[in-house]
């Protein structure tokens, strides 16, 4: 936390270019009370992992049971652009489950598919469930 305020203002910033304002009050909310809490989660013992550290391939090989990729052509193409080959990654992720499928791609699906598109993304759940007669 910054004297000035700075630090809601960058926090504001980290996001802003992709997210609209709405939206992005949200995020930032979150991010804040998340980073303000952090004494209180370490004082009660609490830490969170290291994602790199998690070994991802090995949980989704025991995952038995039917798994949905969902994906937003706008989180795809941001992290294509920026280094993060989301494309390939999704492609060897996708490989590691025993019965997966690829929804296709929301459009316009910024990163923040869940709160932005999350008509699109109940539908092709419930169409997914219904398909494995859930």
């Known amino acids: 936390i910054e004297d000035d305020g700075s630090h809601l203002s960058n926090l504001w910033k980290k996001r802003s270019q992709w997210l609209d304002p709405e939206l992005n009050t949200r995020v930032v909310l979150d991010e ?7 004494k209180e989660r370490y004082a009660a013992g609490i830490r969170i992992q290291d ?20 994906l937003g052509a706008g989180a795809v193409a941001f992290f294509d652009s920026i280094g993060y080959e989301m494309t390939t990654q999704t492609k060897k992720a996708t490989s590691y489950f025993h019965d997966v499928e690829v929804a296709p791609n929301i459009e316009p699906g910024s990163i923040n598919l869940m709160n932005q598109d999350a008509e699109q993304w109940a539908r092709i759940v419930a169409t997914f469930l219904k398909s494995k007669y859930l």
């Open 32 to 38: 804040f009370t998340y980073l303000t809490k952090r």
């Open 51 to 70: 994602a790199s550290s998690f070994d991802f391939e090995g949980a989704a090989r025991r995952v038995q049971c039917p798994s949905l990729f969902i």
